[in-house]
């Protein structure tokens, strides 16, 4: 079982910048596929971007690939989300994900491992 701890969320007027990280908790020996996703009220949760295992690899939605990218640091099992230019629109829960694997994957559904999420909420 692995587990994902988000921190980094919080509230900024639009315009500024915010960094997600995602910790692994357990040190496992197993490569993972890692994701950030999130989901607005009354809205389903969306891919906002994934990095492969060894972070040579990476996807961020279209609409976001201006402002936000990921990264991630082996060495510290950790996955961040650097998020700039933030709109009011960016306003969700975002989520870390994780499913072992060595490829790059962008489907929410193929993920097996969430964590509980952090609130960003960006004001006009």
């Known amino acids: 079982q692995v587990h994902l701890v988000e921190s980094g969320g919080g509230s900024v007027q639009a315009g500024g910048s915010l960094r997600l990280s995602c910790a692994v908790s357990?040190?496992?020996?197993?490569?993972?596929?890692m994701g950030w996703f999130r989901q607005a009220p009354g809205k389903e949760r969306e891919t906002v971007a994934t990095?492969?295992?060894?972070?040579?690899?990476?996807f961020v939605q279209y609409s976001m690939k201006d402002r936000f990218t990921i990264s991630r640091d082996n060495a510290k099992d950790t996955v961040y989300l650097q998020m700039n230019s933030l709109k009011p629109e960016d306003t969700a829960v975002y989520y870390c994900?994780?499913?072992?694997?060595?490829?790059?994957?962008?489907?929410?559904?193929?993920?097996?491992?969430w964590g509980q999420g952090t609130q960003v909420t960006v004001s006009s």
């Open positions: 994900a994780a499913v072992e694997g060595t490829g790059l994957l962008t489907e929410r559904t193929r993920f097996d491992y």
């Open positions: 357990e040190r496992t020996g197993r490569n993972y596929i």
């Open positions: 990095i492969s295992w060894n972070g040579a690899s990476t």
